[in-house]
């Protein structure tokens, strides 16, 4: 009896550590206007990514705009539900597991933080359309049983405005879709969020600035996440609710550490060295805490071998030296 107990405290505690050391190593599958390949799929395979998170657009005009234009024929297939589908079935076929992560994207690329009615007709249009918008992809994510769901990506003003309105879309997900629920909270944004109680991971566009730096040391990029760990610690343990990265990633160019969240194609200094010391600090510093959960590298093109290289300025780790970096780390994470 004795040696039947031991031999069940050791299972459990291996199942423990096991568990503990399983991290969402995830990359954001981008969008577009053909259907993905097993030869695009098996690049990921490749990076050693268990999860990927898939992104259908919708559209606005303005900040000021409630009309949302969603799943529609003047969309790439990538961005519609057929498409959707499509990658999801693929990815999981290959046994990678899906984020779906519906998202608005305002002309121009103004940022989605700003996005706010001014009237309350227009508030209850805007609210409307985005209720069927998220219920559409609820309901894929539902047949499709992926594993997480995020219900929405950087909408500060619209939670501030209209908080009433979260809590009952989230009930509302929660009765046709079973599986993990999440939310894409910008990095100065995620502490203020109320409804953190209602779904199962902190999630957080971790664009938070780290280093002044022109080409930081790992050293350097270590240093500057060390007050950053400590809100995310008290923000995790303070709503019971683990972090997960719903967006992170650094940019090939000089400085990229001190506003990592800057797309401006003004920026055109490639220095991958800086990319590579921030990603593996990045790595060092937050991936081996009990309260992250793992993230979602941004961002991946379905066409592997014709995007990123050693010239690109952008996010994009593909074929750059930072995928070996990616790739080594998420094969000791699985």
């Known amino acids: 009896m004795k040696h039947l107990l031991k031999v069940a405290m050791l299972v459990c505690l291996l199942q423990s550590c096991s568990s503990k050391s399983q991290k969402i190593n995830g990359i954001s599958y981008v969008a577009a206007g053909e259907p993905t390949t097993q030869a695009q799929v098996a690049a990921v395979k490749e990076v050693h990514a268990n999860y990927a998170a898939v992104m259908p657009f919708g559209f606005i005009r303005d900040i000021e705009d409630p009309e949302l234009m969603f799943n529609s024929d003047r969309q790439w297939y990538g961005e519609r539900r057929e498409g959707v589908k499509q990658y999801i079935e693929m990815l999981e076929s290959n046994g990678i597991n899906v984020m779906l992560k519906?998202?608005?994207w305002i002309s121009r690329g103004e940022f989605t933080g700003y996005l706010k009615m001014n009237t309350e007709e227009e508030w209850q249009n805007f609210e409307a359309s985005y209720r069927e918008f998220i219920m559409l992809y609820a309901g894929l994510a539902a047949e499709t049983e992926v594993a997480l769901?995020?219900?929405g990506t950087e909408l500060e003003q619209f939670i501030?405005?209209?908080?009433?309105?979260?809590?009952?879309?989230?009930?509302?997900?929660?009765?046709i879709y079973k599986g993990k629920l999440t939310y894409a909270?910008?990095?100065?944004?995620?502490?203020?969020?109320?409804?953190?109680?209602?779904l199962d991971y902190i999630g957080v566009d971790?664009?938070?600035?780290?280093?002044?730096e022109k080409t930081p040391s790992v050293a350097n990029a270590q240093i500057g996440w060390q007050p950053w760990k400590a809100e995310?610690?008290?923000v995790s343990e303070a709503n019971k609710k683990p972090i997960l990265f719903t967006e992170y990633g650094y940019r090939s160019v000089d400085f990229s550490g001190k506003e990592p969240w800057q797309s401006s194609r003004q920026m055109k200094e490639v220095n991958l060295d800086a990319q590579n010391n921030l990603m593996k600090a990045l790595f060092a510093e937050v991936y081996h805490e009990p309260w992250f959960a793992?993230?979602?590298?941004?961002?991946w093109f379905i066409e592997h071998d014709n995007v990123g290289g050693h010239d690109n300025p952008m996010f994009t780790p593909q074929n750059k030296p930072v995928q070996t970096v990616i790739q080594e780390h998420f094969k000791t994470t699985q």
Request: glycine share 4%; charged share 25%.
């Open 102 to 104: 519906p998202q608005i």
């Open 149 to 151: 769901f995020c219900i």
């Open 160 to 175: 501030v405005n209209r908080p009433e309105f979260w809590t009952k879309l989230i009930s509302e997900v929660r009765t």
């Open 185 to 198: 909270a910008n990095w100065d944004e995620y502490k203020r969020v109320p409804f953190w109680a209602q």
């Open 206 to 212: 971790a664009y938070f600035p780290i280093s002044e």
């Open 232 to 234: 995310m610690k008290e």
């Open 294 to 299: 793992g993230g979602f590298i941004w961002k």
